[in-house]
DNA sequence: CTGAAAGCGCTAACAA
DNA sequence: TTGTTAGCGCTTTCAG
C-alpha cells in the first residue's frame, strides 16, 4: 500500500495525499475527510525510506557511547533518548568500547546512515592528543557534534557539561580545612574531564601553599573487588591515607570494600568520595558521599542546544553548569 | 557527490559504480580498480536512503525497552546491540516506560520507520490479559518479533527466555529444606517472568506439601529505601520472616537496608536472595546472593535467532535456559 | 563484462 | 484548492 494506492482509491492526487499526511493546511475539508478515511481503513503509512530520500533526513540522530551498560552512561542515553522522543527524533545507538578505531568507525558508520547529529556520550571521547581528536571535527562537517562532558573547540561541536574542575578542587580544600592530611586520589580515566578533575586536586593543594606527594595520585582501571585488591595493596606498600577521593563511584565503592576488609571505620578513620552520584552510591553501606554532576541537566541542555541548532537559532558551543556534593555516610563534615 | 557523479569521473555507468561498491563479482579487475580509485579520492558513500528505498531495509532492529537506565535492561541492550552490530545491523532504541499505551505507540513507531525486525526487551512487554499483547502479535505480522525474558505464542515471535519457574522453585525448597520457614516474597512486577517465578514460589510449598500463609507474598513498587521503609512496616505490622526472596536485586538491597536499620544480622537471622545478578548485588555489603539467569547467552541466543529467521533458516520458536544460583554472602548455604 | 533504463515511494515546485 | 511532474540516489533487470 502506497500513496498511489491510496491517491486511487480516494480519488485525489497523490499531491494531495501528501498534503493530507503531512498536515498542510491547503486541502478542503472535505478532501481531508474523504482521503483520511482511505488512510485509516487500510492503515497506510507512508515509507520512511522515500520520505528521508526527498526531505534527506529521517529524523535521526546518533548515540554514541564507550559502553551502555555503564549505569552512568546508560543514565545519560535514557535522559537523551527520552528528550529526543519528545522532539520526534529517534536515537540509533552504537557502544563503541574504549579503543580509538572503533569509535572512528562507528562515528563514520552513523555518518554513513545519515543521522542528523551524533551526540557523543562520555567525556572519554575527547582525548588529550588533539590529532585524535581529528575525526570528530571531521564529522562535524557534516552534522553538528554535540559532546557530553567534554569539549572540542571547532566548529560545528557543542558541549555541555559539568564543572567538573571546580567540583573536585572545592571537595579537596574541605577535606584539607578539615584536617585530612593524607588524600588518596583515586581515577580511572585520562579522558577531558578526568583531567579536569585532577587539576582540581592539584590546585587545591597549591592554593593552600601545599605540596602533593605524587604517590598520593593512583590510576586504577578495574572492577569493584579488584580495585578493593588494589588499595590494599597499596596500603602493604606502606602507603597510608585517611581519606580518598575518586573520578568514579565504582571506585568509591571498591574503596569501601577495602575499608570493610582492612576493618577500617568510615568515615571515622577513613573518608571516601565518589563521583557522579550514580545509583550505586545507595546501594553501598555506608552510603557513598558523591558529587553529583548534573547528569539529567547537561542532557536535557544537549538536546534543546541541539533542537536550537535544527532551527537556526544561535546557541552557545558550550555549556557549564555546577556539581553539587551529595553528602551521605561516608564523609563527616 | 552520488553515483552519478562517480560514474562520470570513472568513466563508467551508473550500474558499474553499484556493483563495485556491492561487492558484485562481474566486474573486471580493471574496471574495479579505476572505480575504487574515484571513490577513495572523493571519499563517496552511498545513500542509505535511496539504497533503503530500493532494498526496503536499512540493516536495522528496534529495539523497545521500559527503561534504558535500569542496569539490567541496560545489560542486556549493551549485549543485543554488540550482536547486531557484528551482523551488521544497527539498533533504533526506544524506551516507552511501563504503561501500554506508550508502548504501542512506540512499537508502531519502530515499525514506521520500517526497522527489520523489533527485540521486546524485558518480561514486562507480556501481559497476562492476552488481550493487551494483541498489538504485538499485529506487529508480527509485518516484521519478526523477538521476546527476551517473555513468551507469546503467535506466529513470528520467538522468545528468548531464562527457566524463571524452576530457579524460584529451587531456591525456595532450598530455603524451606534448611530450616526456613517463614520466606517473604517480595516482587515488584506482573509480568511474564513476574508470574512465573510467583508459581515456583507457591509450588515449592505445595510439592513439600506446605501451606503458604498469603500475607508472606508482597507486592511493592518503589525505591531502594521505599522499599526498606516498606519492610519496616511490614515487621510493624507484626509480620516476621527469617529468609526473603525477591523478583529483583534492587528489592534485594532495600532488604538489606531493612536489615541493617533494625539491627538484624545477615545472614545469620535473615537469608536474602535477589535476582538478576545485576552489578548492585556486588556493590552492596554484605554482597547479594543472587540468581543468575543468564541474560548475555539469552541475549545472544535472541540475536542469532533473528539472523537465522532473516537467512530463512528454521528456528525455534522458543529458547529456555537454565538459571544459576550465585551464592554470596546474604546466605549461608 | 558493461550500460540503459525502469522503479522504489515520497515531497515540493509549478501549473491550473 | 488540486493535479502534474521532476527529482531524491540507489539497485536490478534486461540487452548487448
Known amino acids: 500500500m502506497n500513496i498511489y494506492d491510496i491517491s486511487q482509491k480516494a480519488g485525489v492526487s497523490?499531491?494531495?495525499?501528501?498534503?493530507?499526511?503531512?498536515?498542510?493546511?491547503?486541502?478542503?475539508?472535505?478532501?481531508?475527510?474523504?482521503?483520511?478515511?482511505?488512510?485509516?481503513?487500510?492503515?497506510?503509512?507512508?515509507?520512511?525510506?522515500?520520505?528521508?530520500?526527498?526531505?534527506?533526513?529521517?529524523?535521526?540522530?546518533?548515540?554514541?557511547?564507550?559502553?551502555?551498560?555503564?549505569?552512568?552512561?546508560?543514565?545519560?542515553?535514557?535522559?537523551?533518548?527520552?528528550?529526543?522522543?519528545?522532539?520526534?527524533?529517534?536515537?540509533?545507538?552504537?557502544?563503541?568500547?574504549?579503543?580509538?578505531?572503533?569509535?572512528?568507525?562507528?562515528?563514520?558508520?552513523?555518518?554513513?546512515?545519515?543521522?542528523?547529529?551524533?551526540?557523543?556520550?562520555?567525556?572519554?571521547?575527547?582525548?588529550?592528543?588533539?590529532e585524535k581528536n581529528q575525526y570528530i571535527k571531521e564529522a562535524a562537517k557534516s552534522v553538528p557534534i554535540m559532546l557530553l562532558n567534554g569539549a572540542i573547540d571547532a566548529p560545528n561541536i557543542y558541549s555541555s557539561l559539568c564543572d567538573d574542575y571546580h567540583a573536585t578542587f572545592q571537595i579537596t580544600q574541605k577535606l584539607l580545612k578539615t584536617g585530612h592530611e593524607r588524600i588518596l586520589y583515586l581515577y580511572n580515566s585520562h579522558s577531558y574531564s578526568g583531567k579536569k578533575k585532577l587539576k582540581g586536586f592539584h590546585d587545591a593543594y597549591s592554593e593552600m601553599g601545599l605540596k602533593i606527594n605524587e604517590s598520593y595520585i593512583q590510576y586504577f582501571v578495574g572492577d569493584i573487588h579488584e580495585t578493593r585488591d588494589f588499595l590494599v595493596n597499596l596500603t602493604k606498600k606502606g602507603l597510608t591515607f585517611d581519606s580518598i577521593i575518586t573520578s568514579d563511584d565504582n571506585l568509591a565503592v571498591g574503596a569501601l570494600k577495602f575499608a570493610k576488609l582492612k576493618g577500617?571505620?568510615?568515615?571515622?578513620?577513613?573518608?571516601?568520595?565518589?563521583?557522579?552520584?550514580?545509583?550505586?552510591?545507595?546501594?553501598?553501606?555506608?552510603?557513598?558521599?558523591?558529587?553529583?554532576?548534573?547528569?539529567?541537566?547537561?542532557?536535557?541542555?544537549?538536546?534543546?542546544?541541539?533542537?536550537?541548532?535544527?532551527?537556526?537559532?544561535?546557541?552557545?558551543?558550550?555549556?557549564?553548569?555546577?556539581?553539587?556534593?551529595?553528602?551521605?555516610?561516608?564523609?563527616?563534615?
Chains 1, 2 share one sequence.
Open 14 to 130: 497523490i499531491a494531495t495525499v501528501s498534503r493530507v499526511i503531512n498536515g498542510n493546511s491547503n486541502v478542503s475539508e472535505k478532501t481531508r475527510k474523504k482521503v483520511m478515511a482511505v488512510i485509516e481503513q487500510y492503515d497506510y503509512t507512508p515509507n520512511a525510506f522515500a520520505r528521508g530520500l526527498g526531505l534527506n533526513t529521517m529524523q535521526t540522530i546518533g548515540i554514541l557511547c564507550a559502553d551502555s551498560s555503564d549505569p552512568y552512561l546508560a543514565s545519560a542515553i535514557y535522559y537523551i533518548e527520552q528528550m529526543l522522543h519528545k522532539e520526534q527524533y529517534d536515537s540509533l545507538l552504537c557502544c563503541t568500547g574504549y579503543n580509538q578505531e572503533d569509535k572512528e568507525k562507528y562515528l563514520n558508520l552513523l555518518l554513513s546512515k545519515k543521522v542528523d547529529s551524533i551526540i557523543l556520550v562520555g567525556s572519554n571521547f575527547v582525548e588529550a592528543d588533539e
Open 264 to 333: 577500617i571505620s568510615v568515615p571515622k578513620d577513613l573518608s571516601i568520595i565518589g563521583y557522579n552520584n550514580s545509583m550505586i552510591a545507595t546501594c553501598c553501606d555506608p552510603e557513598l558521599t558523591s558529587i553529583d554532576n548534573k547528569l539529567e541537566t547537561i542532557c536535557k541542555n544537549c538536546v534543546s542546544t541541539l533542537m536550537n541548532i535544527f532551527n537556526g537559532n544561535s546557541v552557545p558551543f558550550r555549556s557549564v553548569f555546577s556539581a553539587e556534593l551529595v553528602k551521605r555516610e561516608t564523609t563527616d563534615f
